[in-house]
């Protein structure tokens, strides 16, 4: 593998008492796309936003596109995006304003035009005059995309990136995924609990419970692992801490 | 110029214009800047008018207390600006957004103090130029010594602003109410309406660790003495100075906690 997009070495993040990450080691390649998998508190939520920058994890480094997060996320932080359901976008703006000044923070060239491409390619058009605020959760899950695009990031991470949409704007979003990362080469890392996106989407799995990682591999490699037909039971397995060897039985 | 350069002009623009976009939709908001500071200027306008014929001192310069109120405002509404600008981010759950932006913590800052000079001035300067027609009472007439007002309040008020964000970092939107209140405990020690010589000798000692006092002693100096006090002047500049820097230390401290804590992705409404 050439050099990783995302390198995660003894990463650990202790808050008080809680011990939400818990010494993981993973790295994913340019042009991967990846998952972190796990129930409620598995500790996806703190992997990603430790690989953001936004939290400082207690122990451990964390490398993103060659820049220690740590001291130089600067650096990568343009080349990088991020969507997730519990972070929004400013209710009382409209699309395009919200669209407009997220491409400036990014320092997008041409802005207008790619404005433009990102609402004719996400079906944004109609309503890039709505406040964000009015818009349905599917239109707010694609404007939200259209932030997490406006830069054509190298790599994207994403939370939970379809969670609270109907089938049909899942499956649309998903299917939007796939394009975009064959288009144009981005390493894609999601946190989910749907393992049917997950199985969909994804190359690499690694599994999570408690903080840390139990197991790795593709959907494929984890199916026939513990002798499942699909990766929902294999998730179940891990969660209910059942060993491989007696999953398979 | 490279996205991830130092600083970037274009990215505290950018959050200028979020703010503007916001103004621009939301009347209310808009209303709200220009309100407080005219409906204020309006009833100290008639106290005035009524104390210029009841109190030998405020006879001998007419303008003293609405000059002090507009004044004040400018500080009020300064610190005002800086917080509310942040709250925002807050309300709206946008922080984890921003944060993970190129947008450096000291370009947000920047972009705070600018639009905390915007929605100050935008409050002031009507209520400023309404006095002159209905009491005929020009703040203007302070001469170049009202810049210097203006901005060491100002400074002030964007000191005890980012004192105020850092604590909301703290303690989470349960501190908001403090944006409102806490700057009004300067208001007994700042002199605005009365000679910091009133106040008992202890409380003249805190009073003159704070610039506000300086400067309204110094506007009474302009209008009573017809004096510019240029060492009041630079005397409240030194502290706002001090000031400034340790607003911005504990904003720093309190950014650094939030990384820690993951306060940034978690503040909302």
Known sequence: MSEPVIEVTGLTKRFEETLAVDHIDFAIGRGVTAALLGGNGAGKTTTISMLLGLLLPSEGSVRVLGADMQRDRYRVLPRMNFSSPYVELPHRLTVRENLRVYGALYGVRGVRGRIAALARDLQLTEFLDRKTGNLSAGQKTRVALAKALINEPELLLLDEPTVSLDPDTGDWVRGYLETYRARTGCTILLASHNMGEVERLCSEVFMMRKGRIVDRGSPEALIDRYGRDTLEEVFLDIARGRPRAAAAQ | ?269
């Open chain 2, 1 to 269: 110029m490279s996205a991830s350069s130092v600083f970037s002009p274009r990215r505290v623009g950018a959050m200028v214009l979020r703010h503007i976009y916001l103004f621009r939709g939301s009347w209310p908001r808009a209303f709200e800047i220009v309100y407080w500071p005219i409906l204020t200027m309006v009833l100290w306008g008639f106290t005035s008018q009524f104390l210029v014929t009841n109190s030998s001192w405020v006879a001998r310069a007419g303008g003293v207390l609405i000059y002090a109120v507009l004044l004040w405002e400018v500080l009020f509404r300064g610190q005002l600006g800086v917080a509310f600008s942040f709250l925002e981010e807050m309300w709206s759950r946008n922080l984890g957004h921003l944060f993970v932006s190129p947008l450096r913590p000291y370009e947000w800052v920047l972009s705070l103090l600018a639009m905390s000079f915007i929605r100050v001035t935008l409050g002031i300067v009507p209520a400023a130029l309404l006095a002159i027609p209905l009491y005929h009472y020009s703040i203007f007439t302070l001469g170049l010594p009202l810049i210097g007002f203006f901005t060491l309040l100002l400074a002030m008020g964007w000191a005890v602003g980012l004192a105020i964000i850092a604590l909301i970092l703290r303690q989470g939107l349960g501190a908001e109410n403090l944006a409102w209140v806490a700057v009004f405990v300067l208001s007994p020690i700042s002199g605005i309406y009365y000679p910091i010589a009133i106040l008992p000798h202890w409380m003249q000692w805190i009073a003159w660790c704070f610039p506000t006092a300086y400067v309204f002693e110094g506007m009474r100096a302009v209008l009573f003495q017809n004096e510019v006090r240029l060492d009041y002047l630079l005397e409240a500049l030194a502290l706002d100075v001090v000031y400034i820097a340790i607003g911005s230390a504990i904003l720093l401290w309190s950014f650094r906690r939030a990384r820690r804590t993951g306060a940034l992705l978690q503040m909302g409404e």
